[in-house]
């Protein structure tokens, strides 16, 4: 009965640590495409909610670029912190734009037919850091 229950820890461990690593591969290819300016590929990411929102990649890259300066054209991108708000799947994300300041988004995640999506994208206050 004891193997059962690791092998259930084992299985459910593998299975997080995937949606983790398909979480992260999707937000960097995201961030990626932005990059290299491929905004169909940048909206391929998007949920088909998000997608049927926008209609078409030129209107969603057009929201990018201009409310979301940091994210079109990123520096370093560092996923910190994952967690379920009223059944939702939020990922923070920490962007460094072109002049180095940093800035804080949460990303709500869906899975649709095995992949992971981006369904919303909200600016977060960054933290106040003392001494």
């Given at each position: 009965m004891r193997w059962i229950l690791v092998l259930t820890m084992m299985l459910w461990g593998a299975v997080a640590?995937?949606?983790?690593r398909g979480i992260a591969q999707v937000i960097g290819a995201q961030m990626q495409a932005f990059r290299a300016g491929e905004i169909a590929e940048a909206f391929s990411y998007a949920s088909p909610g998000l997608q049927r929102f926008f209609g078409s990649s030129e209107r969603f890259g057009?929201?990018?670029?201009?409310?979301y300066p940091e994210v079109w054209q990123p520096g370093a991108v560092r996923l910190v912190e994952r967690r379920e708000i009223g059944g939702?799947?939020?990922?923070?994300v920490l962007v460094e734009d072109g002049a180095g300041v940093m800035h804080l988004f949460d990303y709500q995640m869906v899975e649709q037919d095995g992949?992971?999506?981006?369904?919303?994208?909200r600016r977060l206050p960054f933290p106040d850091v003392g001494v």
């Open positions: 640590h995937a949606s983790e057009e929201m990018v670029r201009s409310g939702r799947l939020w990922q923070k992949a992971w999506r981006i369904n919303a994208v």
